[in-house]
């Protein structure tokens, strides 16, 4: 019913394999690498003092593989969507239209937001044009969950209030609709918001048109050009007349960045800094400099899913699992002009060992910096925290994913934190999980029994778990009781039930 036409995979493919595309790629580093258009905050008169924004989703043509129409999903019409730019501390307010055939869910991942604005997985915006609709008659929603008593649905269009009580950090906005947000964010629902502030702003970093966001997705493309991906029997999410789901989740053959296959970015041989977002939705990446440079930092990182770092960190390669961000710069003076420099992939192969290539183009001047104090970052005592809880993220009987043992249910909340509680997380995983909670940035604390490791510093929104890791995290509830989730970022995990409310209550 949702219009994807895809061939059942293989067993292999389903534990992680790729889905190949059926048309021809393009020749890597041809694309010049897009920006996403940035949209000028307005004003509204029923929201005095608030940047406001409107947003429209919908259905376009896009070129993604040159000289290939394709049809997308996106937030104005394009993937990625707008970038939203909002300050630290001044409200700011997204009217979301609905112009697509199916409900959606809006989530800003990282943001610190009152429930009612937070995109839970059953606050519905469904389309005008099928106003009303029980849940279970829109095309493509899957009847798995049982109807939710407490889900504030609208029709037509919806305002988020967003109050950027927060730091500056790179945010995301992307569709979060239960049993379907893979789907959604494959077709190009995903877009930048970031977050600014005046301490930010004192720091010399790169800036203007050499403060780049990244955002890197795997696709692929049927022989029509067409976004493929596999066709799930709605009913239990499996492939139709098996009992297997993606266990590993939906693999692409092309990697995009900003929307473009293996794009190409001509630079000057000086700093720039790259907000990296893995919006991917199951594939990890090890993300290096190909040649590396002489001193071997390919990367320096400044920031995290939750703003700037206390101090940088220095990093020959990057793990980044999906929704992670590492706000990184890359000092291109270290190479010569002319010199071809190529972003890549440990973990792929063939063409996903490829990212993106940058080439050294001309000599420019440099006033950016990056100072060895970068930030201050208070340490959660783990003397605060008032309880401690434990969540193991799991496959159930090859069918679905679950957390405690238990899928998603929209109604029962696993955890109850109490307003302004500071609690400990403890999760033990069995496979590949990276874990999301929504309204907080927390502070990994320890993996494996040992300090946290060299991709856990800083605010985080996101950890990444490997097979049969452990990891605790702290975190204040603060500021908004209500009900919000935490779920598994590997988007097919996600809609197969790895996902629990919490509520604060
Ligand atoms: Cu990026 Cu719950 O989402
Ligand atoms: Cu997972």
Known sequence: AVGFTVPILSRQDQTGKLLPSQIPLPRPFQVPLPVPPMLAPGRHPDFPGADFFEIRQLVTRQEILPGVPTEIWGYNGTFPGPTLTSRSGVRTVVRHHNNLNVPTVTHLHGGHTPPGSDGFPTDLLYPQTHPGLPMNAMPGMATMGKPDPQAHTTTGKRDYHYPMTQRAATLWYHDHRMNFTAQSVYRGLAGFHLVHDAEEARIPLPDADRDIPLMIADRSFAADGSLLYPALDPTTLTTPGTTDPYMGGVLGDVILVNGAPWPVLDVAAVRYRFRLLNASNARRYQLTLSPPPADGTAFIQIGSDGGLLANPVHHTTIDIAPAERFDVVIDFSRYTTGQEITLTNQLGSETTARVMRFRVARREADGSNVPDQLSTMEHIPVSQAQQTRSFSFQNHDRRTWTINSKE?????????????????????????????????????????????????????DTIDLKPAEEAAIIARFTDYPGRYVMHCHNLEHEDMAMMTTFTVT
Not at 426 to 440: A, E, G, M, Q, W
């Open 408 to 460: 998603f249910d929209p109604t029962h909340p696993i955890a109850t934190p109490r307003l302004d509680a500071t609690e400990i997380w403890r999760f033990t995983t069995d496979l590949h999980h990276s874990i999301h909670l929504h309204l907080v940035q927390f502070q990994v604390i320890a993996r494996n029994g040992k300090p946290p490791g060299a991709y856990d510093a800083g605010w985080k």
